[in-house]
T-cell receptor, first 112, second 117 residues
Framework: TQLLEQSPQFLSIQEGENLTVYCNSS?????LQWYRQEPGEGPVLLVT?????EVKKLKRLTFQFGDARKDSSLHITAAQPGDTGLYLC????????????FGTGTRLQVTL | EAQVTQNPRYLITVTGKKLTVTCSQN?????MSWYRQDPGLGLRQIYY???????DKGDVPEGYKVSRKEKRNFPLILESPSPNQTSLYFC????????????????FGPGTRLTVL
């Protein structure tokens, strides 16, 4: 079973600060996704990256897939209270696209 | 509205009493999965289904059963629940995207919080 380690586990910052969340593995993934989960709800897909070195931007969120496709990062610029939630990365390996391995998550709290 | 629905949302039961958690999706997705979410362990896949009558074990299948008789429904069955199955359960549906580099974008239901006493 592939393992995806996320860091940090918890992050509490003030509105306007920048932050980066990391997702690391010793395994190579064919695709990697980031989800956000709010209390009492299921995870919601933010982005999928499939190419080594790929960078995708979603408003203030920037996602990067490592060149070797073993790691990924999520950078948030000027965090807002609405960014509060649990961020999960999830990877799939070639030939097993229907089987996702999830990281343990990073719980982010953004305060005023 | 495209959605995945689960019922019940909350359930408290006792050890050994068979239960079923239903899951239904209205997006005509081929793939469906069940996950459990536990503190410190993240989301772990229990079972998944690639189409009607096609199911396979995920990472933690022990103590669970599933069936996929219709494309839209994917119930999770606990024949004899035990306290270690107390958890938050999520159903998800998806279809392959991405062409050659195919990947699977999951749409999750709202979750079922199960407590087994």
């Amino acid at each position: 079973t592939q393992l995806l380690e996320q860091s940090p586990q918890f992050l509490s910052i003030q509105e306007g600060e920048n932050l980066t969340v990391y997702c690391n593995s010793s395994s190579v993934f064919s695709s990697l996704q980031w989800y956000r989960q709010e209390p009492g709800e299921g995870p919601v897909l933010l982005v999928t990256v499939v190419t080594g070195g790929e960078v995708k931007k979603l408003k203030r969120l920037t996602f990067q897939f490592g060149d070797a496709r073993k790691d990924s990062s999520l950078h948030i610029t000027a965090a807002q209270p609405g960014d509060t939630g649990l961020y999960l990365c999830a990877g799939a390996t070639t030939g097993t696209a229907s089987k996702l391995t999830f990281g343990t998550g990073t719980r982010l709290q953004v305060t005023l | 509205e495209a959605q995945v629905t689960q019922n019940p949302r909350y359930l408290i039961t006792v050890t050994g009493k068979k239960l079923t958690v239903t899951c239904s999706q209205n997006m005509n997705h081929e793939y469906m999965s069940w996950y459990r979410q536990d503190p410190g362990l993240g989301l772990r896949q229990i079972y998944y289904s690639m189409n009607v009558e096609v199911t396979d074990k995920g990472d933690v299948p022990e103590g669970y059963k599933v069936s996929r008789k219709e494309k839209r429904n994917f119930p999770l069955i606990l024949e004899s629940p035990s306290p270690n199955q107390t958890s938050l359960y999520f159903c998800a549906s998806s279809r392959l995207a991405g062409g050659v580099a195919s990947y699977n974008e999951q749409f999750f239901g709202p979750g079922t919080r199960l407590t087994v006493l």
